[in-house]
Structure formats: C-alpha cells, structure tokens
C-alpha cells in the first residue's frame, strides 16, 4: 500500500504561482511513475501531469505545457508540482497518485493510478 499526501493548495490571484507537494509513505517509491491530476467544480477529473520514477520521462496535458512543472525527489519520497501564470480556470481539487504500472502511453490515464491522495483545492481568483 501507498499513502499520498497532498498539501500546498489554496487561494492565488491570476497570474500567481502555487507549488503543490504529495508525501509518499508504505510500499517503496521506488519504481514508480506519479501524476498529477485535477478535478474542477462539476467535471472529470482529468491528468495533467505525470512523471517517471528517474525524471527522465515527464508527461504535461497541453493545459500545462510552459506554466507547470512537475518533479520529484525520491529521496524525500515526494513529488511536486510547480504551478506558474495560474488562471481562473485552473481552479480545481488536486490530487496526486502514484502507478507502478504505468507506461508512456498510459501517463495521462486515472485507470493507471492506484493509489490517490485525498486532494488539495487550488482556487484561482481576484
């Protein structure tokens, strides 16, 4: 089993930044690709990031193309997700989740994922 928590959520202006952290604990990090998802307000939850366990292989929904990034140090068991230029429609429950199935083509999947935070809200308003 792995345990995922989220934190870093909150309330920004447009055109701030947040970082959000997921602290993995249980089963080894070892091996595994993590992401990042979002959910708004009465929609999908849909991905917009994903990373493999190296950082060599990153995925980002075109959402987050040149303002997040996303990263990860595997020593601390914890990824991140840097959030720059943030927009109103970025508002969203956050969550991470962590695969150690999960290929290339599959990053952008939730089927992928097993295991899954408990969420963070980012709010992005003036």
């Known amino acids: 089993q792995v345990q995922l928590v989220e934190s870093g959520g909150g309330l920004v202006q447009p055109g701030g930044s947040l970082r959000l952290s997921c602290a993995a604990s249980?089963?080894?990090?070892?091996?595994?690709?993590m992401a990042w998802f979002r959910q708004p307000p009465g929609k999908d939850r849909k991905s917009v990031a994903a990373?493999?366990?190296?950082?060599?292989?990153?995925y980002y929904a075109d959402s987050a193309k040149g303002r997040f990034t996303i990263s990860r140090d595997n020593a601390k068991n914890t990824v991140y997700l840097q959030m720059d230029s943030l927009k109103p429609e970025d508002t969203a429950v956050y969550y991470c989740?962590?695969?150690?199935?999960?290929?290339?083509?599959?990053?952008?999947?939730?089927?992928?994922?097993?295991?899954w935070g408990q969420g963070t809200q980012v709010t992005v308003s003036s």
């Open positions: 989740a962590a695969s150690y199935r999960a290929y290339i083509g599959s990053y952008s999947y939730p089927d992928t994922y097993d295991y």
């Open positions: 249980g089963r080894t990090f070892s091996g595994s690709v």
């Open positions: 990373i493999n366990w190296s950082g060599g292989s990153t």
